[in-house]
């Protein structure tokens, strides 16, 4: 995704990332984004060393849905199924499944993703 772009909608896909070396390797990212709705995806990211692993990163952005989402970020030293700091999440982020990983709160967000495994995010 573009960063600063907005209604942005990415929605049923199955996403599949791997890491090289030790880098950061992340399934999606948005920074800035205004009226994201991330809906129904798998996100699986992989890792084989040390490096930070996200399934699904944002910061900065408001109107943020996260809805019916499978997450998992495994094999790296630092895996996140979520990386959110400084935006604000929608009420309806709801449904999602952590398969691998953990949240991560960057601070100074408003609202929550909701889990059906795992505890709210952040």
């Given at each position: 995704m573009d960063d600063t772009a907005g209604n942005i909608t990415v929605s049923n896909n199955t996403i599949t990332a791997a890491q090289t070396s030790n880098n950061y390797a992340v399934g999606l990212k948005g920074l800035s984004i205004t009226n994201l709705v991330v809906s129904g995806?798998?996100?699986?990211?992989?890792?084989?060393?040390?490096?930070?692993?996200?399934?699904?990163?944002?910061?900065?952005?408001?109107?943020?849905?996260?809805s019916g989402n499978t997450l998992s970020a495994s094999g790296g030293t630092t895996n996140r199924a979520v990386y959110v700091g400084s935006s604000t999440i929608n009420a309806g982020s709801t449904g999602n499944t952590n398969s691998a990983g953990v949240c991560t709160n960057g601070g100074g967000n408003t609202g929550s993703v909701v889990f059906t495994n795992a505890a709210t995010c952040p």
């Open positions: 995806n798998t996100i699986t990211v992989t890792g084989n060393g040390a490096g930070d692993i996200r399934a699904l990163s944002f910061a900065g952005s408001t109107a943020v849905t996260v």
